[in-house]
């Protein structure tokens, strides 16, 4: 079944360049597949949520009620009440802001964590940076300062810089973290984005 989703991914994140790729989507299932190795949980739930984690992402897609996950798991033999299952993770898993949500299961929790651990760290550097540029954003301006504490509509309508979204999301993710597991990863991977900004405010300035 994980092949033919895989599959079903492929073709529906064909050309897709912003960092929401089919790559992320199976880092981010491989990451989840870690943290619920580590965690009383149901693996295959977990899978699968990680799997169409992004499957209906609006940012992508123009779907009503998630109609690609469903039509993906329907054609998968996937019973209609594990469908709902996968359907009430993916609905939580999404950054919005201070309406952020913390999922309710353990299992929409791990996936949740397994893709904000993508967005921070060497990777999550990458993908801010090819989300920046595909949407037409300034990498950076010292003018425009970072605008905290956003909404989910505010989060949306943004279009700030790539360097504000560090602050803006991505420095905010740790603390949101569900898991144990996921936390310890994310303390290098933090560490990492910030000795990055360290050195890129110094080049931007001219002193190194």
């Given at each position: ?74 054609g998968c033999g996937v ?39 993508d967005a921070i760290g ?87």
């Open positions: 079944m994980e092949e033919r989703i895989i599959a079903e991914l492929q073709a529906l994140f064909a050309g897709e360049s912003s960092g929401h790729d089919l790559f992320h989507t199976l880092r981010v299932t491989r990451t989840a597949q870690r943290i619920a190795s580590q965690l009383p949980c149901d693996r295959d739930l977990v899978t699968l949520g990680a799997l169409l984690h992004d499957a209906d992402d609006p940012k992508l897609f123009a779907t009503q009620d998630y109609a690609n996950a469903r039509r993906i798991l329907a019973p209609q009440e594990r469908i709902e299952a996968v359907i009430a993770i993916i609905r939580t898993v999404s950054f919005k802001g201070t309406d952020s949500v913390r999922p309710d299961s353990l299992e929409g929790q791990i996936v949740q964590d397994a893709d904000r651990l060497a990777i999550g550097v990458a993908r801010a940076f090819a989300y920046g540029g595909a949407r037409g954003r300034k990498m950076y301006d010292p003018a425009e300062p970072p605008r905290l504490n956003m909404d989910e509509a505010a989060y949306r309508a943004n279009r700030g810089t790539t360097v504000n979204h560090f602050y803006e999301k991505l420095f905010l993710l740790r603390e949101l973290l569900c898991t144990q597991p996921a936390r310890d990863i994310a303390a290098g991977r933090e560490a990492f984005m910030r000795d990055f900004l360290t050195q890129f405010y110094a080049e931007w300035n001219g002193e190194r």
